[in-house]
């Protein structure tokens, strides 16, 4: 990391999160949630939307989710290699179908029906990730998310990957799955980055909420220990959380995680470290 690239992820993350400040000012945690990934999806900085990474056949299949805390409606798509914005395609699916996730062909066909914006392959090849896949670079996450609570107290995840350099065709990871790398409900909403299948084998963020709802603890507390449970089988990540109050937390045992804060005065805060 040089401090000249510090600088260009700093400015993604302070885009992505005045995206979402701007609409919680008379607007809703969903629609925040949505605009803070849309911007980091737009760059090709982070492993979503445009600078995500290539499976093992040199190819990009993209996961996303989003939540809606208050009335737990959810939407997801997984391994869609043609759509520009796949949390946009997840909140498609969300409202206006009856399901929760779409995959494949049958999710870009929807997303495409309701008005998704298609990106030819071209779109999402980035030097540094072709670089990785050639040599092999495992390590490196990326997923972006945002997780908000407006002024109503309603609270929304949403999370959007290219999963991890090297993966299999047809892998799904835990950013599409409900309660994995994505949750929200009336307590607290978390988006997750990290090793997937860990994610998905704790039921990661499903863990931070039950453990607050069932075992009284706070948010940091929460989320701590349900990111122990991922270190305890040898994986690494890190997520963002916030509750009803307000309160975020966002550890990480990875060597790093880009990430970002805003608070209602439009304080931010940026780290990488
Ligand atoms: N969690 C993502 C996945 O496994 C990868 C990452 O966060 O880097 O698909």
Excluded: W
Aim: hydrophobic fraction near 45%; glycine fraction near 12%; include cysteine.
């Amino acid at each position: 990391m040089t401090s000249g690239r510090a600088v260009r992820y700093e400015k993604a993350l302070a885009r992505a999160l005045d995206a979402g400040y701007e609409i919680l000012q008379n607007g809703k945690a969903l629609d925040a949630v949505c605009a803070a990934v849309v911007a980091l999806e737009d760059s090709p900085l982070f492993n979503a939307g445009r600078g995500a990474c290539y499976n093992t056949d040199g190819k990009h299949e993209l996961d996303a989710a989003v939540m809606d805390g208050a009335t737990r409606r959810a939407g997801a798509v997984a391994a869609v290699s043609r759509l520009r914005n796949p949390v946009l395609a997840a909140r498609a699916v969300m409202e206006k179908s009856t399901h929760v996730l779409l995959v494949g062909r049958g999710a870009e066909r929807f997303a495409l029906a309701h008005g998704a914006r298609i990106a030819p392959a071209s779109y999402f090849a980035t030097r540094s990730r072709l670089v990785a896949l050639k040599r092999r670079l495992t390590g490196h996450h990326g997923t972006v998310g945002a997780v908000a609570v407006d002024a109503d107290g309603n609270l929304a995840a949403a999370t959007s990957t290219g999963g991890y350099t090297g993966k299999l065709p047809g892998r799904v990871g835990d950013s599409p799955l409900i309660g994995a790398g994505t949750y929200a409900d009336e307590i607290c909403a978390v988006s997750g980055t990290g090793f997937g299948e860990a994610f998905i084998r704790t039921v990661l963020a499903y863990d931070v909420a039950a453990r607050m709802r069932y075992r009284g603890e706070k948010l940091a507390r929460a989320s701590a220990a349900a990111l122990a449970r991922i270190a305890a089988l040898g994986a690494d990540g890190g997520l963002i959380a916030v509750d009803r109050r307000g309160n975020i937390a966002m550890p990480f045992n990875s060597e790093g995680m880009y990430r970002g804060a805003i608070d209602q005065q439009g304080h931010r805060r940026l780290a990488i470290y």
